[in-house]
């Protein structure tokens, strides 16, 4: 259950700007009226992740994701409404009351926002000790050594661990965490005889967050050159809030700098993202020394189309790293890559030369990744036929994974030259490779599968039933009411008044616009018409979501049609004549509906009294439902 006060829950609703908020992790185009973007929340390479600043929504059209700037929230983040409001609250610098705070408002929260609880936590725990306790200026030594000033230190929100078994474990339970959420992030290890420790002991901490500031795990670098059995750097567990696949070292400093300057700069270690950063090139994150995956390459995705890839001298290590690259091709990304002289990293480099000339280098030595390998092949396959066929191979397969046909075009010809082998040579391997995999994948569909039990026939198999067009219409009234509640019709009514009036004996059968029909009554009841946000920040998930779907409009009339002068009716024009029509297609299958429920009944009637009564409700109903069949156009037997 929630502590957060109603009028600082309003505040929040109030302030929290949807197109803001969702920038935040996406990159919008305006396109018309909405801003448009491909969806963080399923793989597209069409935008279909639509955002209405006036109606304070977003939608997809693609995925079916819906809802207000909480929702998304929620959705981006998998958390809980509470903890949604707590992100905006202090992205617009809303303070909650302090009791929201404490470790039974921690425990009263779901498994998963416990996790982050207590990750948050540790992350503070860890600032502190470098700061404040005498241990920590050890881990201070060591980062000043590094180059890192005070700013780069608090922004990154680096610590350190005490060189103590159970500092972190005593201290968290102390404060009221659970035991089973510090095993659960890997924080605290708990042996089979039950003896517990602290995962990070000794070690500058490295705080890993999500996109939105939150803590997810810790990389920790040992400071003791001498202990070969404690690996260099140690990362956090595999939990149910951190997924290395998933993440990026300094995507949450990073993003807008990437969004702005549309590149985004990948490294590999925590220290090459803290050094560039610090130089002033702030659109940089690093993959943290795992191999690069689709997931990581999305998240880049939703901030630019562009990745510069910076390798150190290691040829070993960048031929180890090709593979990643090829997934960033596939995706339809454009890629460079920048190396750096024998024996030097970004961080390394940097320092050495300073910023201003590690910026020039960048420009001058970026070339395009397909270039890149052709030349790091042809160097190594001279006066060697068989290795230079082999290369060649690589090569088209890389080129085979750009889904763009110019491109790989202008890859082949730029191969053709490097490697002095015809440029049709290169396009008939590929056609090869294309065809064998076409027919890997049609192998796949038309291998025999096994038998599929018979379908088992259901009722009303031809055609759409009453209730389901019963359900349709209702829709439909609940959508107008939302979307012109105050427009004034003909009669000099307003929309909400006009259909109101119309159905006032219609009873909705489909429970959730039932709620939705009741709540604008009670609105108008107590004196106000309703408007999109009583609806959009409603307090059930189930009525904001249903209110988006139905505010949202996946198409809009391009301004040329205005330029051209072609007039185009808005439904708005034609409002009077799209209310009167939705009441009467409700009324018409409403009606359908107890002529036969209502000759159900009569078949179970034995007194003939009665029976003469059924029949002529029944007859009533017929001609009620003829004169709507009438009005509409419909013709009625």
Not at 412 to 421: A, E, G, K, N, P
Request: aromatic share 10%.
């Amino acid at each position: 259950m929630s502590l957060i006060p109603k009028e600082t829950v309003d505040q929040i609703l109030a302030q929290a700007d949807i197109t803001e908020v969702v920038g935040d992790f996406v990159s919008l185009k305006k396109k018309g009226q909405n801003l448009w973007a491909c969806c963080p929340f399923h793989h597209e390479k069409s935008p279909s992740f639509s955002v209405s600043p006036a109606k304070g929504i977003y939608k997809c059209f693609g995925c079916g994701k819906a809802g207000n700037a909480v929702q998304f929230i929620m959705d981006v983040e998998g958390t809980s409404f509470p903890e949604a409001l707590k992100y905006l609250a202090k992205k617009y610098q809303i303070e909650i009351p302090e009791e929201t705070q404490n470790p039974e408002y921690a425990r009263e929260q779901s498994e998963r926002d416990s996790l982050f609880i207590v990750s948050e936590f540790a992350g503070k725990h860890y600032q502190q000790i470098l700061h404040t306790h005498e241990q920590g200026n050890i881990g201070q030594s060591y980062l000043k050594q590094r180059g890192l000033s005070a700013t780069t230190i608090r922004k990154f929100e680096l610590g350190y661990s005490l060189e103590e078994w159970t500092d972190l474990t005593d201290t968290a339970l102390k404060a009221g965490y659970q035991q089973k959420y510090l095993e659960a992030t890997g924080l605290t290890i708990v042996k089979k005889e039950g003896k517990k420790y602290d995962r990070f002991r000794g070690r500058v901490m490295f705080p890993i967050h999500n996109i939105s500031g939150r803590v997810l795990g810790f990389g920790a670098r040992t400071l003791k050159s001498n202990d070969k059995k404690s690996p260099k750097y140690l990362n956090s567990p595999e939990s149910e809030i951190y997924h290395k696949s998933q993440v990026l070292y300094g995507m949450f400093q990073a993003k807008q700098a990437i969004r702005m300057q549309d590149m985004c700069y990948l490294v590999e270690g925590y220290l090459d993202v803290l050094s560039l950063h610090q130089g002033g090139i702030e659109n940089v994150v690093a993959s943290s020394g795992t191999s690069l995956t689709e997931g990581q390459i999305k998240l880049i995705s939703r901030y630019t189309q562009n990745i510069t890839v910076l390798y150190d001298g290691d040829a070993a290590g960048i031929k180890a790293s090709l593979r990643g690259i090829d997934l960033i091709l596939e995706s339809g990304l454009n890629v460079q890559v920048v190396t750096f002289p024998e024996g030097e990293d970004p961080d390394s480099y940097i320092q050495k030369v300073g910023d201003t000339a590690f910026k020039a280098y960048l420009q001058e030595h970026a070339q395009d990744f397909i270039s890149f390998k052709t030349s790091l092949y042809a160097a190594e396959t001279k006066g060697n036929p068989v290795k230079k066929a082999e290369a060649i191979r690589e090569i088209v397969t890389s080129i085979a994974k750009i889904p763009d046909s110019i491109k790989r075009t202008v890859f082949f010809r730029s191969c053709s030259l490097i490697f002095d082998i015809d440029e049709q040579v290169l396009i008939s391997e590929y056609n090869k490779m294309h065809l064998q995999e076409r027919q890997q994948q049609q192998h796949k569909t038309t291998s025999p599968q096994p038998a599929a039990p018979e379908p088992v026939e259901e009722e009303a198999e031809q055609g759409i039933t009453d209730t389901d067009l019963l359900k349709r219409y209702e829709r439909e009234i609940v959508r107008m009411l939302l979307n012109y509640p105050d427009r004034l019709l003909d009669e000099g009514v307003t929309t909400c008044q006009y259909m109101l009036e119309q159905l006032e004996d219609v009873e909705f059968r489909t429970p959730l616009y039932a709620r939705f029909v009741e709540l604008v009554k009670e609105k108008l009841n107590s004196g106000f018409l309703p408007v999109a946000e009583d609806f959009v920040h409603y307090p059930d998930q189930e009525i904001r979501t249903e209110a988006t779907n139905l505010l949202s409009d996946p198409h809009e009339l391009s301004p040329n049609w205005a330029t051209h002068q072609i007039f185009v009716p808005h439904e708005t024009d034609l409002l009077a004549y799209g209310t009167e029509r939705a009441v009467l297609r409700l009324k018409f299958v409403y009606l359908k509906l107890m002529i036969d429920e209502e000759a159900l009944k009569l078949k179970l009637v034995t007194d003939p009294q009665e029976q003469v009564n059924r029949i002529m409700t029944v007859m009533n109903l017929k001609k009620l439902h003829k004169q709507m069949g009438d009005l509409l156009g419909i013709v009625v037997f």
